[in-house]
């Protein structure tokens, strides 16, 4: 049996171009897909008034500065009003690895650091985003 090698190579060359576009090409797509976060926050008591007014101002400056920063939502329980959650929306994982370098982002980290007792991060994937747009 002859094997033309020209052609096994070529044909192997093809499949490895196959896969690694379509490697790309999932990667490109999940980069587009928006980017979910839920920070629970503790925040100390005798700091909460502090850290509520700095959340605030990082959360405008996020909001309007960067186009990636979709949403910042950002409540605390009423019955512990020191349980913070901020519900977080990028357009992508390149637009939170973006914000988390902004001057903005780092004053609030270096103005919290202090306020905040505990911090638990959960990526999640959204089921469905919806938004009553303004008339």
Do not use: C, W
């Not at 008591?45 to 700095?54: M, V």
């Not at 990082?58 to 349980?83: F, W």
């Not at 990028?90 to 919290?112: D, G, P, R």
Request: aromatic share 10%; no cysteine; net charge positive.
């Amino acid at each position: 049996m002859k094997i033309n090698t020209r052609r096994s190579h070529y044909t192997l060359f093809l499949i490895v171009i196959g896969i690694l576009t379509s490697s790309f090409n999932n990667l490109y797509e999940q980069d587009k897909q928006p980017y979910v976060r839920i920070a629970k926050i503790e925040v100390d008591s005798a700091q909460l008034d502090n850290y509520k007014a700095a959340l605030k101002e990082h959360a405008e400056a996020a909001v309007s500065k960067e186009p990636g920063v979709l949403t910042l939502y950002a409540v605390y329980d009423k019955q512990h009003p020191t349980n913070v959650t901020v519900f977080e929306i990028y357009a992508s994982v390149a637009a939170y690895q973006s914000h988390i370098e902004t001057i903005h982002f780092l004053k609030y980290k270096s103005t919290v650091k202090d306020m905040v007792k505990s911090l638990v991060l959960t990526d999640v994937v959204p089921i469905t985003l919806q938004t009553k747009q303004k008339n």
